[in-house]
């Protein structure tokens, strides 16, 4: 967003807060399905995000191999956040958060508890349980979650830092299904809304972030777009551009026309 515009001065146009985590940026990415590693550090880069997710299980958690996706990230410049992608247990999401920790990453977890294999969508009782077992291990936990307000709710009264529902199943880039229920998540939570999960393209962005949430995270769109970092550069503008149209408030929606000039005082 150009410098020289000026955000109104309201809670929603400052910084975003994650726990003790202060963030400039309100897009976060993934690192998975990327060509080379170099193509991910470069995509990464343009997108602007401080926020990276690195799925503890399917990642080598030894930074000094080179072939590694660690290697290429360095912690002083992204704030790595580790997640349970692949768990489709609670006992198993709890295993990989901790190990996460012990393999050095920070408080935060992106909590994934995945209730069936072909639609990837999360198990809603299995993410409850980690969540409980996590927060009270002193996790900063952003829960990825169906868009149901009612497990959203659960997952705020147990301390998550941030709920993150889908806009679409993973991977699926079909954009946002539902924009009511990510709308009403939003108003009836106090804690960061961060919609996660497919989105597709620049236009699917800007639509979430007009629905007044905190922030988006994607992987897939940036991974297999035809050239990743010119999408992850479009990517950055719609969000920002989402964030700052829904600060301005748009314009009633009316069904009729209503001239955008006067009427009054025309030449006749």
């Known amino acids: 967003m150009s410098t020289l515009i000026r955000e109104p001065d309201t809670q929603a146009s400052r910084p975003l807060q994650i726990g003790k985590h202060t963030l400039q940026s309100r897009l976060l990415v993934g690192t998975g399905k990327y060509r080379t590693n170099d193509q991910m550090l470069e995509a990464i880069t343009a997108s602007g995000a401080e ?20 290697h290429h990230l360095d912690p002083k410049q992204f704030l790595l956040l580790a997640n349970t992608a692949g768990c489709y247990t ?17 408080d935060l977890i992106k909590l994934e508890v995945i209730g069936d294999k072909e639609t990837l969508l999360p198990d809603t009782v299995g993410l409850l349980e980690a969540a409980r077992t996590l927060v009270t291990e002193g996790f900063q936990v952003l ?5 149901d307000l009612i ?7 147990i301390g998550c830092a941030a709920v993150m529902p889908l806009a679409s199943p993973i991977g699926s880039g079909l954009g946002m299904m539902n924009p009511f229920t990510i709308r009403t998540i939003k108003r009836r939570l106090s804690v960061p809304v961060i919609v996660d999960a497919g989105v597709g393209t620049a236009s699917d962005a800007c639509l979430v972030m007009e629905q007044g949430v905190d922030g988006i995270l994607m992987n897939t769109a940036l991974a297999e777009a035809a050239h990743p970092v010119l999408m992850a550069h479009a990517m950055r503008d719609a969000v920002a551009a989402g964030r700052a149209a829904f600060l301005a408030g748009r314009m009633p929606r009316r069904e009729v026309a209503v001239p955008s000039s006067p009427v009054q005082g025309m030449l006749s």
């Open 51 to 70: 926020v990276v997710t690195v799925a503890v299980r399917r990642v080598d958690l030894d930074r000094s191999h080179e072939e590694g996706i660690l």
């Open 90 to 106: 609670a006992d198993e999401a709890v295993r990989y958060a901790r190990l996460g920790r012990e393999a050095g990453f920070n």
């Open 143 to 147: 829960a990825y979650t169906n868009d």
């Open 151 to 157: 497990t959203a709710l659960r997952l705020e009264e």
